[in-house]
């Protein structure tokens, strides 16, 4: 089992930052195969940033130039940096651990961005 705990989510005028917290934990791991999502209401689940087995990072259109998706390795924890929001960010943010077979969510957190 692995557990995923987010954290940082809140209300923020258009314009404002926020940064999202995941702090995983459980069996052995690879925070490479981490990601984060986000669902807005009446809307699919998207992708929002994750990094590539190749070591890189893929970020949606929407939010290239905006987000950051770092981590620290000492804490298993990643981060997810949010700058400029718009209130078309406003959704609930779940982070993902993919392990190949499967996956696991975090409980999600909400970001409500206010124009």
């Known amino acids: 089992q692995v557990q995923l705990v987010e954290s940082g989510g809140g209300l923020v005028q258009a314009g404002g930052s926020l940064r999202l917290s995941c702090a995983a934990s459980?069996?052995?791991?690879?925070?490479?195969?981490m990601g984060w999502y986000r669902q807005a209401p009446g809307k699919q689940r998207e992708l929002v940033a994750a990094?590539?087995?190749?070591?890189?990072?893929n970020y949606a259109d929407s939010v290239k130039g905006r987000f950051t998706f770092y981590r620290d390795n000492a804490k298993n924890t990643v981060y997810l940096q949010m700058n400029s929001l718009k209130p078309e960010d406003t959704a609930v943010y779940y982070c993902?651990?993919?392990?190949?077979?499967?996956?696991?969510w975090g409980q999600g957190t909400q970001v409500t961005v206010s124009s």
């Open positions: 990094f590539t087995s190749g070591g890189s990072t």
């Open positions: 459980g069996r052995t791991f690879s925070i490479n195969s």
């Open positions: 993902n651990y993919d392990y190949g077979l499967g996956d696991y």
